[in-house]
Structure formats: structure tokens, C-alpha cells
């Protein structure tokens, strides 16, 4: 399965014309895996043993690639996992409820994947994550 597929499920709930609150909900949800599940297929490329890395893991490893554009779009999945986090556990804040901020994130998770499509392959990116790896003693 193409995880962007996902981006376009969001679109379609977004999209809706009676969108309700679970639909906007769920569109940040499905935001979020069509970039984490891109960046994960991306890093599987890069190193077979990268595809089992986890939320936090991927967030780390993107913002410290040494690439500025791959490290950008590393920074906005971190802050999309946070939104992802109210979205689906903290009923109580309704920031995932507001069209406008749905509408923000699909428009940042296109930006994520095209960085992504565009910058994330190639040793230089591969050496720079080893690196991190070997400065934080990971994996």
C-alpha cells in the first residue's frame, strides 16, 4: 500500500461538506501516517534495518539527517505526531476539530512527503543519520 494514499482519505474527510468532528479528527490522524509511513518506507530504503524504528525514532533520525530539507520535514512530523496525539486521546481539546488547522496539516504533510520524494536517498543522507547514530549510541 502507497502510504500517501492515506493523505488522500484526509482530504476526503476534510473535505466533506457536514465534516464532523470525528472526520477532522481522523483526518489528522490519517495526516500523519500517510508522512510517517513515507518516511519510514524512505529509511527502509536507506538502511533495511531502519524500517523497524518507531515514532520517535523516525522524528530523531529525520531531524538529525545532517540534510536541511530532510531535517525540516523530520521537525514538522514531530510536530504533526503531537497533533496526532490530541486528535486520537485528548478529547477534551478541540484544536484537531477546527477545519482551518486540518486543512494547515494536510497542506504541511504534502511539504513533508514532496521533501521526502525529493531529498531523502542517497549515502549523504544514509551517513548522516549513522552518525546521529553513533553519537547517541543507537541501534
Given at each position: 500500500?502507497?502510504?500517501?494514499?492515506?493523505?488522500?482519505?484526509?482530504?476526503?474527510?476534510?473535505?466533506?461538506?457536514?465534516?464532523?468532528?470525528?472526520?477532522?479528527?481522523?483526518?489528522?490522524?490519517?495526516?500523519?501516517?500517510?508522512?510517517?509511513?513515507?518516511?519510514?518506507?524512505h529509511l527502509a530504503k536507506?538502511?533495511?534495518?531502519?524500517?523497524?524504528?518507531?515514532?520517535?525514532?523516525?522524528?530523531?533520525?529525520?531531524?538529525?539527517?545532517?540534510?536541511?530539507?530532510?531535517?525540516?520535514?523530520?521537525?514538522?512530523?514531530?510536530?504533526?505526531?503531537?497533533?496526532?496525539?490530541?486528535?486520537?486521546?485528548?478529547?477534551?481539546?478541540?484544536?484537531?476539530?477546527?477545519?482551518?488547522?486540518?486543512?494547515?496539516?494536510?497542506?504541511?504533510?504534502?511539504?513533508?512527503?514532496?521533501?521526502?520524494?525529493?531529498?531523502?536517498?542517497?549515502?549523504?543522507?544514509?551517513?548522516?543519520?549513522?552518525?546521529?547514530?553513533?553519537?547517541?549510541?543507537?541501534?
Amino acid at each position: 500500500m502507497d502510504p500517501r494514499d492515506f493523505l488522500t482519505t484526509a482530504i476526503e474527510l476534510a473535505n466533506k461538506t457536514s465534516a464532523t468532528k470525528a472526520d477532522l479528527r481522523t483526518a489528522i490522524s490519517r495526516t500523519y501516517y500517510a508522512a510517517f509511513n513515507a518516511a519510514l518506507e524512505h529509511l527502509a530504503k536507506l538502511n533495511q534495518a531502519w524500517e523497524r524504528l518507531n515514532h520517535g525514532e523516525v522524528v530523531r533520525y529525520l531531524s538529525n539527517s545532517g540534510n536541511v530539507d530532510i531535517e525540516r520535514a523530520g521537525n514538522l512530523l514531530g510536530r504533526l505526531h503531537s497533533l496526532r496525539i490530541i486528535a486520537d486521546y485528548r478529547m477534551l481539546n478541540s484544536r484537531p476539530e477546527n477545519k482551518n488547522t486540518v486543512v494547515l496539516w494536510i497542506r504541511r504533510t504534502r511539504n513533508i512527503v514532496d521533501l521526502l520524494d525529493q531529498h531523502c536517498h542517497g549515502s549523504a543522507i544514509a551517513n548522516g543519520i549513522r552518525e546521529y547514530e553513533r553519537k547517541v549510541g543507537s541501534r
